[in-house]
Every structure is written in C-alpha cells, then in structure tokens.
C-alpha cells in the first residue's frame, strides 16, 4: 500500500523576512512524498520572486491578487492533491519530524482523527522558543476540546494540525468574510466534523510571535473588530449546534466575558449584543475589570481611551523585546558583519 501524500500549504503576504526559513523547514520535512504549496496573497514586497528560487517537482508557486490569507488558504487547498493537508503560516517553523511523528500516531485510525502537536513562541531565535503546555495538549474528543477552549481561552497554532483530505473537505472552506481570527472559527468546523484529536507530544511546531496576536494587536478599526465579533458568534453557533449543555453555555459565556474588555469602550454596541447573547443562555457579563496601570486613565478621560493607551504601551514593550531578540540572533549566529535579515532555521 502506497503512503499518503501529505500537501503542506503556505499563503504568504510580504513575508520577505521569512518565507526562506519556512520553505525549508517544509522541505526539511522526513516525511515523503509531499507536496509544497505557496499561494502569494498579492505581496508587495520580494515574497514572490524569493519564492520561486525554491520551485521544483515538489514545490509549486502560485500568485494572486490580494484577497485575504483564508482566500489564499482556499486557493492552496483547490490546487492540492494531498490525502493529508498540513496547514503552515509563511513565518512559522515546522521540526523536521512533524509530520511523519503525526502520521505514525494517525496510522491504523479513522481519516477523521485530528493530530495535533506542541507549539512554541520564538521571535528570531528557534532555538529559545518556549513550549508550555495547556490543558489543550493531550487526546480529546472534539466537544471536550471546544469546551476547554473557550472555558479556558487557550489556543491551538495553526501549524500544529494535521487533517486528512477527507476530512478538509467536510469541513468546508476557510471563512474569507474573517479578517481575523479566522483560524479558530475554522479549526472549530473542522473538529465538530471529526471523531478527536489524537495528541502528538513528540512533534513540534515553531511559532514566530511578535505579541501582535490578540485584538488589539491585529487592529484596531471597526471592520476587524466586527470582523472578531462575528467569528465569536459562530464559535457559540457551532458549538451549540452540537451540544447545547449548561457546561457548553457557560462555557460560552465566559468566553464572551474574556473577550468583552475589548469591545466595551470602543463598540459598545457589540458589548450590548454580547449581554444579550449572554442572556440567551442564562448567564451575565460583568464590567470588565482594569488593573491598577489602566484604571486611572478610565477614570480620567473615560474607557474610549484605555485600549489605545494599552495597545501603545504593550507595542513599545514588545518593539524593546523584538529589538533585543534580533540582536541576540545577530550576536548567536557569530555573524561580525551587518545584521543579517532573517534568522536561519
């Protein structure tokens, strides 16, 4: 019997920086046979024609114009022919394992298993990147996984799955109205179709983060922030379609109050629709809470003015930190001449 073929797909904008890290950590990859797909979501910078230095029998390089990373995902998966998809940002780092660690836990079950893996946090240097496990880490059933999820709001990098063909389709396709958070709302369709998530603690994957993962990094203006808010519904919708449990509504709801500090000054439209929602499933949400750094700014100039003092703040602190971690990359890699670009993987 003849081994699957696995598609490791890659949409990429103006990521110059690091798509040469990403591709050969996809081609690194032990497992064979494999195809590599970069679909480039209209980039602006060098992607492209860095890209195509890397073309070959098994790595294809398609273009578009620019329409949204779920859009470039989409077109990747129509141009595929892999039995398993591995879904791959074009800044992150898969080891050289990851898959074929994925594929001998998968072998002998159901093509509508899940695997997932370990993901770190580095900025330049992979080699410090930080692995912490949560309650997510470990086999699941889609439901208990969900319920986890939003209890706790915890996250599962987008990296760090690996979906049969099969399995892809019944899903559907990724949500391009999502100009963020898209990958949750998708991987939620994608385990509600499945049977549970088989854990792969040996497998990892490498999660360049600058600190700009959370709505107040992503962006500030009222298309994103409708944009968030839409996917939280059909985060709840999804879910409730499946099991509508009082565990699954409170659930909900406090995954609504971790989210409600960052509608509640801005949009406080969405905050009122969220309380309703809330209400709809016998809950209430309370005023959110400000630690002692923000609080006088509510008090003196109002909660309008507390998420953009904060988002200044936290993207000074983590300019300073992207700043040191480049140099220490410089510094490590031995390297006397000019600061090289990119970290090498």
Sequence with gaps: MSKPLVSILIPAFNAQEWIVDTLRSAIRQTWEPKEIIVVDDG??????????????????????????????????????????????????????????????????????????????????????AQ????????????????????EQNLYMQTGTWLVSRELTATAGPWDDRLLGDDDNEYFCRVLLASDGVRFVPEAKLYYRSFGFGTLGYVGRSDKKLEAHWFSMQLHIRHLRSANDSERVRKACVRYLQTWLYYFYGERPDIAEQAQRLAADMQGQLD?????????????????????????????????????????????????SATLPSHYIF
């Design 287 to 335: 005023t959110p809470k400000l630690s002692w750094k923000y609080s006088w700014i509510k008090v003196l100039f109002g909660w309008r003015y507390v998420r953009p003092f904060q988002v200044l703040a936290r993207k000074t602190r983590w300019s300073l930190q992207k700043f040191l971690d480049k140099m220490l990359a410089w510094i490590e890699s031995g390297n």
């Design 43 to 128: 980039s602006t910078d060098e992607t492209y024609a860095i890209a195509r230095q890397f073309e070959s029998s098994s790595v294809r390089i398609f273009r578009q114009a620019n329409r949204g990373a779920a859009a470039a995902r989409n077109q990747a998966f129509l141009l595929s022919h892999g039995d398993y998809i591995q879904w791959l940002d074009a800044d992150d780092l898969l080891a050289s394992d990851k898959i074929a660690l994925q594929l001998d836990a998968l072998a002998g079950r159901c093509l509508r298993t899940v695997a997932s893996c370990g993901w770190g946090r580095f900025m330049y240097r992979p080699s410090k």
């Design 131 to 150: 692995f912490v496990p949560t309650a997510l880490w470990c086999d699941l059933s889609p439901t208990e996984w969900l319920l986890r999820k939003l």
